[in-house]
């Protein structure tokens, strides 16, 4: 059922997201106008995301699952007002973009970390795949059906439908229980004052080297995949190239999203990447040499449909990677702090992308690539001249900014290996199931025959077992409790 709910609201928010940039566009014809709008939504987003997290661990994640969906509704309300006011401007869809950047921080991490509690280890993929489809599914309609709505309701209507589609949404999950996070010993250890939980996160993947490594190649990849694939340069380019032809964005969109969704469809049935790590790192170096090269170097629709399905075939791949790896390693009490600061690293040059693509594509690239420009002999046989060359020639170069950050992190053993040498986080057995072995004696002050086995530091009702389970529980957890002390 939350399921459902929110693939309502996301085709509705996808058919705004396309629409904004193109009302955006044909007023100014500035990329970097429409690069804006990106800026507000990831800075409020990572500015929020570290202080989320703490709420997500802290608080009820049902509660924390709605937070986005309320401050979107709001966002949505006042724009549906001041459009219909006629007094709708460019700079009250960047504070619309802040509002639901804010409420994404929450989302994100809540809808992740409640995964653990609701199904089993073994179905994380599965479960990722189904979340991956709500971010890929609405990508299928939203970009076909927003020219045509576009024209036939105009923005209006567009917002008005989101809107609604928002409440259905809120309504599901109201009525769904959500179980609560388990508490482990790691996570209440874990508290302290609120600035210093805000960077906990941080500190679990800094104190992982391969952990971290594996971050900053999200980090780093994700400027040049921001950059290439922001609404600043792919949009401007398309519609430079094919004169303003909103049906040809349209299309290859949808088709990139239809390709996630059918490889996220496969993942949800298969439900088996046994080295996420490697899997990541792969389907990183493909994406950028296969995908982002022949984005710009095409100037004819079919190439960009064919460069946008191969990126669109790795993506769910690496969400789902990345999201299981850590709901595996990670206990469940600390996975809002760890999948916010996640999050936060990942995409900390994601704000800044559209700019730079605004900025050098507009001011350098596009100049540069027209008739006589500087570049025009350098690439000109490569990318083509005239409009829209300039921002083909970046999306390439950053093609191969990308090939070359996948490269470096598989040469490097412990980022390639990072899924193996982090342990495993398991779970605590019910209460009851640990117990103090009391020593066996026959006599006064004789050596014992068994030793005592204390699990100290663990704050727990201890009961008797029959004599069968107590040798299963202490054989087969041990273990287990070991590693969680250390």
Same mark, same amino acid.
């Given at each position: 059922m939350i399921w459902l709910g929110q693939m309502v609201s996301g085709i509705a928010s996808s058919i705004t997201a396309v629409a904004l940039p193109i009302w955006i566009f044909s007023i100014t014809e500035s990329g970097t106008a429409v690069a804006l709008l990106e800026f507000f939504f990831f800075g409020s987003y990572l500015l929020a995301v570290l202080f989320a997290g703490i709420l997500i661990d802290r608080s009820d994640r049902k509660t924390m699952m709605l937070m986005y969906d309320f401050l979107s509704l709001?966002? +949505?309300? %006042? *724009?549906? %007002?001041?459009q219909t006011a006629g007094l709708l401007q460019i700079w009250h869809l960047y504070v619309s973009a802040v509002f639901q950047g804010v409420g994404s921080a929450f989302q994100s991490p809540s809808y992740a970390a409640a995964i653990t509690t609701m199904v089993s280890r073994k179905q994380y993929i599965r479960a990722n795949s189904l979340m991956s489809l709500l971010y890929d599914?609405?990508?299928?309609?939203?970009?076909? +059906?927003?020219? =045509?709505?576009? =024209?036939?309701?105009?923005?209006?209507?567009?917002?008005?439908? #989101?809107?609604?589609?928002?409440?259905?949404?809120?309504?599901?999950?109201?009525?769904?229980?959500?179980?609560?996070?388990?508490?482990?010993?790691?996570?209440? +250890?874990?508290? #302290? &004052?609120?600035?210093?939980?805000? $960077?906990?996160?941080? &500190?679990? $993947?800094?104190?992982?080297?391969? +952990? *971290?490594?594996?971050? *900053?190649?999200?980090? /780093?990849g994700n400027l040049f995949s921001g950059i290439a694939?922001?609404?600043?340069?792919?949009?401007? =380019?398309?519609?430079?190239?094919?004169?303003? #032809?909103?049906?040809?964005? !349209? /299309?290859?969109?949808?088709?990139?999203?239809?390709?996630?969704?059918? %490889?996220? $469809?496969?993942?949800?049935?298969?439900? !088996?990447? &046994?080295?996420?790590?490697?899997?990541?790192?792969?389907?990183w170096i493909l994406s950028s040499l296969f995908s982002m090269t022949l984005l710009g170097v095409g100037q004819v629709p079919i190439i960009w449909l064919i460069a946008i399905v191969i990126d669109s075939i790795f993506d769910p791949i690496v969400n789902v990677s990345i999201d299981a790896f850590l709901q595996a390693k990670?206990?469940? @009490?600390?996975?809002?702090? %760890?999948?916010?600061?996640? @999050?936060?690293?990942?995409?900390? =040059?994601?704000?800044?992308?559209?700019?730079?693509a605004g900025y050098f594509g507009d001011r350098i690239f596009e100049p540069a690539m027209r008739t006589? !420009?500087?570049?025009v002999n350098t690439f000109g046989w490569l990318v083509g001249t005239g409009p829209g060359s300039g921002f083909g020639l970046l999306i390439l170069l950053c093609g191969v900014g990308g090939t070359l950050v996948g490269l470096s992190g598989y040469l490097i053993t412990s980022i390639r290996n990072v899924d193996q040498l982090l342990p495993d986080f398991w779970s605590l057995p019910p209460v009851g199931m640990i117990r103090r072995i009391p020593s066996l004696r026959t006599k006064k002050g004789e050596r014992k025959t068994k030793p005592r086995k204390l699990i100290r530091g663990l704050v727990r009702e201890r009961t008797s077992l029959p004599p069968k389970e107590e040798l299963k529980a202490n054989g087969s957890n041990q273990e287990k409790i070991t590693h969680l002390k250390r």
């Open positions: 709001s966002g +949505l309300a %006042v *724009l549906l %007002v001041l599914l609405p990508g299928i309609f939203g970009p076909l +059906l927003a020219g =045509m709505t576009y =024209m036939i309701v105009g923005l209006s209507g567009i917002l008005a439908v #989101n809107l609604i589609a928002f409440v259905i949404s809120i309504g599901v999950l109201l009525f769904v229980e959500v179980p609560p996070t388990p508490r482990t010993v790691e996570g209440e +250890l874990s508290h #302290n &004052k609120f600035l210093n939980e805000a $960077i906990y996160g941080i &500190k679990y $993947i800094f104190q992982r080297p391969g +952990l *971290l490594g594996l971050e *900053l190649i999200f980090f /780093t694939l922001s609404v600043a340069a792919l949009y401007p =380019m398309i519609l430079l190239r094919t004169g303003n #032809n909103t049906g040809v964005l !349209g /299309t290859v969109q949808s088709a990139g999203a239809l390709a996630s969704v059918v %490889v996220a $469809i496969f993942l949800t049935t298969w439900g !088996g990447i &046994k080295r996420p790590a490697r899997t990541i790192i792969l389907a990670v206990p469940p @009490d600390l996975q809002g702090r %760890v999948f916010s600061a996640s @999050d936060f690293i990942a995409q900390a =040059m994601i704000p800044f992308a559209p700019l730079l006589g !420009g500087a570049l």
